[in-house]
């Protein structure tokens, strides 16, 4: 295989548009590249996250993980060849079976859960408030262009997973979850 990437700058870009791998331009802050950018971020998250799961108990979580960042390599493939179709169904269905075998080992929800209880739950939950941002972005090009149905549905269900990571990295850590506390009423 070649190199596929040669020269870092190209001077294409100076004048606010970037190539898609078709070939075609489009402008830095089109929905399609704000979309790859979300996915990129997203994936940028899930590494430092990936790169904090050193422990041996939570290896069940790296292995669930490290292939989600392949994938969203493949949502950010698909967004950069208009009409390329990578993720598919079978990728939805992985995700949702994770997410039934984790949510099966964390105690039912009785209280909204607060980012943080250590760095790597924070980290898990950021990087599900920025898989949040990245399906937005991803429906605004929806409203636009077509797009694969089912990497929508992949970012969705991400999300969720996330969530349930973050509550099985604090059950794995034997941490306590922090758990919202409303503001008191005021005394009348």
């Not at 969203?72 to 939805?92: C, K, M, N, Q, R």
């Not at 269905?93 to 929800?109: G, H, M, R, Y």
Request: proline share 7%; aromatic share 4%.
């Amino acid at each position: 295989m070649g190199y596929r990437l040669s020269k870092l700058y190209t001077r294409t870009g100076d004048a606010g548009t970037t190539g898609l791998a078709d070939g075609s331009r489009v402008p830095k802050d089109s929905p399609r590249i704000e979309a790859m950018g979300d996915v990129d971020e997203l994936n940028s998250c899930l590494g430092v996250l990936l790169a904090g799961l050193v422990s041996d108990a939570l290896q069940p979580v790296k292995m669930v993980l490290a292939p989600v960042q392949h994938r969203l390599f493949d949502v950010g493939g698909e967004l950069a060849i208009p009409g390329a179709t990578i993720i598919d169904s079978t990728d939805v269905a992985e995700l949702e079976e994770q997410i039934d075998q984790f949510n099966a080992q964390v105690p039912p929800l009785k209280e909204f859960i607060l980012p943080g209880g250590s760095p790597l739950i924070a980290q898990a939950h950021l990087a599900r408030s920025v898989c949040r941002r990245a399906e937005r972005r991803y429906l605004t090009l929806a409203d636009q262009q077509p797009v694969n149905p089912q990497a929508q549905a992949y970012l969705n269900r991400l999300s969720d997973l996330l969530f349930v990571v973050a509550r099985s990295i604090a059950r794995l850590e034997n941490m306590a979850e922090v758990l919202w506390q409303p503001k008191p009423k005021p005394v009348e």
